[in-house]
C-alpha cells in the first residue's frame, strides 16, 4: 500500500502560484509514477501531470504546459505541482495519485492510489 497525502491548496488570484505538495509514504515501487489530476465542479476528473520516481521524466497535459511544473524530491517522498499563471478555470480538486508501472498514464483508471484532494480556487 502507497499513501498519498496533499497539500498546498488555497484561493489564489487569477495570474497568481501555488505550489501543492504529494507526501508518499508505505510501500514504494522502484517503477513508481506518480501523477496529478483534477476535478472541477460539474466535471470529470482529467489528468494534470505526471513524473517517474526513479527517471525525473515527465509529462504534462497541453492546457498547463509553460504554466505548470512538476518535481519531486527523493529524500522527503514527496512531489510537487508548481502552478503559475493560475486561470479561473484551472480551479478544481487536485489529486494526487500513483502506479506501479514502466510507462506513464494519462487515464486516472491507471493509477492504483489515491490522495485525499486538495482544493485550489482561482478568483478572477
Known amino acids: 500500500q502507497v499513501q498519498l497525502v496533499e497539500s498546498g491548496g488555497g484561493l489564489v488570484q487569477a495570474g497568481g502560484s501555488l505550489r501543492l505538495s504529494c507526501a508518499a509514504s508505505?510501500?514504494?515501487?522502484?517503477?513508481?509514477?506518480m501523477g496529478w489530476f483534477r476535478q472541477a465542479p460539474g466535471k470529470e476528473r482529467e489528468f494534470v501531470a505526471a513524473i517517474k520516481w526513479i527517471s525525473g521524466s515527465t509529462y504534462l497535459t497541453d492546457s498547463v504546459k509553460g504554466r505548470f511544473t512538476i518535481s519531486r524530491d527523493n529524500a522527503k517522498n514527496t512531489v510537487y505541482l508548481y502552478m503559475s499563471n493560475l486561470k479561473p478555470e484551472d480551479t478544481a480538486v487536485y489529486y494526487c495519485?500513483?502506479?506501479?508501472?514502466?510507462?506513464?498514464?494519462?487515464?486516472?483508471?491507471?493509477?492504483?492510489?489515491w490522495g485525499q484532494g486538495t482544493q485550489v480556487t482561482v478568483s478572477s
Open positions: 495519485a500513483a502506479e506501479n508501472a514502466l510507462t506513464i498514464a494519462t487515464s486516472e483508471g491507471r493509477y492504483d492510489y
Open positions: 508505505g510501500r514504494t515501487f522502484s517503477r513508481l509514477i
